[in-house]
């Protein structure tokens, strides 16, 4: 998403993940900032104020630590092992809701002056916008001037096989439109949106998942829960339901199966006539009270037009990735924990 930041303002992409509570950018000085061309430089903006420790803001972060200035700071890590050293502030936020610009002073939000071994998308996109559930989050701190709404529509995905890593996702502004179907969420984690997910289907074929033997996670504590996120790649299954759905599709598709060097993807064979997804099937996702259909530009990923790879993967704590979601508009009712969906061409504005 586009980010206006700071007095005078300046224009940045932003990574949007709505499993964060937190609001970061870039920041002057940042030697270990490899390969940032575009940084926030909080010593030209009049708006921007560092956080002391005795803030209240500061006292909402899980973990925290205190500069020898007394600044409230703290590390996000990645699992890949990456991580950002961020000092906690304020400044002020713009963005452009169609009609004009609205101005948002003191949002809190994070200046990121060291980071560790690169995390990928971040090299691409550095700055991120939370939109969790907890209270440092952009729609939590700004709740009641969007009426606790928001809204996404991602584009449409590459062909090509990318980083399995957070990946960045640039949305579109759309007006809401009519045909949403809903679903409740809960949340056993203040920060995540957690859908109920009642069964799959692989084309016509509805599995009928036995969730009864899936692992609960001590995360999620419910073997049918799964987080959306906007910011992470594939979608993970708990693996006795990722095994259900992996031998399924191996049956559809009928050709060799393998995982390819160096990628943790299960893939197939298969014949390019012109349309790469040509015999591959559509999947439907059954949340309670709504169904989420998936084309197979949705589901595969492609290698060299020829091998399709699976872009569901199993793991530890069920996700609903990013890859899936393209031009579908996500709408999230934050007051009524009722998530949305209507389909659309999200590459229109």
């Not at 964060?20 to 900032?33: F, K, N, R, V």
């Not at 006795?240 to 598709?253: L, M, R």
């Not at 012109?274 to 290698?303: C, Q």
């Not at 872009?311 to 031009?327: L, R, S, T, Y």
Request: aromatic content about 8%.
């Amino acid at each position: 998403m586009k980010l206006s930041l700071a007095t005078p303002s300046h224009l940045y992409w932003a990574t949007l993940v709505t499993v964060s509570d937190l609001i970061w950018t870039m920041c002057h000085p940042c030697d270990s900032c490899s390969g940032q061309t575009s940084m926030f430089d909080p010593l030209q903006s009049s708006t921007y104020k560092s956080q002391t420790c005795s803030a209240s803001s500061c006292m909402e972060l899980p973990i925290h630590g205190c500069t020898i200035n007394q600044l409230c700071g703290f590390i996000y890590s990645y699992e890949d092992n990456s991580f950002v050293e961020v000092i906690l502030a304020s400044e002020t936020l713009l963005f452009d809701n169609g009609a004009g610009t609205i101005k948002l002073p003191e949002i809190v939000s994070g200046c990121v002056h060291q980071d560790g071994p690169p995390n990928p998308s971040l090299l691409e996109v550095p700055d991120l916008v939370g939109l969790g559930g907890g209270p440092l989050s952009l729609v939590n701190q700004i709740g009641s001037s969007i009426d606790d709404k928001f809204a996404y529509c991602l584009p449409p995905n590459s062909n090509e096989i990318t980083s399995d890593s957070s990946n960045p996702v640039r949305t579109q502004s759309f007006q809401a439109r009519k045909g949403f179907k809903k679903c409740q969420w809960h949340q056993v984690v203040l920060t995540y949106h957690v859908l109920n997910l009642i069964d799959i289907s692989i084309g016509n074929n509805r599995l009928k998942i036995q969730f009864g033997g899936a692992q609960m996670t001590a995360l999620l504590g419910d073997a049918r829960s799964i987080i959306i996120d906007s910011g992470t790649t594939l979608t993970y299954l708990a693996k006795d339901v990722y095994d259900q759905v992996a031998n399924v599709v191996a049956n559809v598709i009928n050709h060799e199966c393998f995982y390819p060097a160096k990628q943790d993807y299960l893939c197939h064979h298969v014949e390019n006539n012109g349309d790469p997804y040509e015999g591959l099937p559509e999947m439907t996702f059954h949340f309670a009270n709504a169904d989420w259909k998936l084309p197979p530009s949705n589901i595969f990923r492609m290698v060299e037009s020829v091998i399709a790879c699976l872009a569901i993967k199993d793991g530890e704590v069920p996700i609903f990735g990013n890859v899936v979601q393209p031009n579908m508009h996500v709408k999230y009712d934050l007051g009524k924990r009722l998530l949305s969906l209507a389909p659309a061409e999200c590459t229109q504005g």
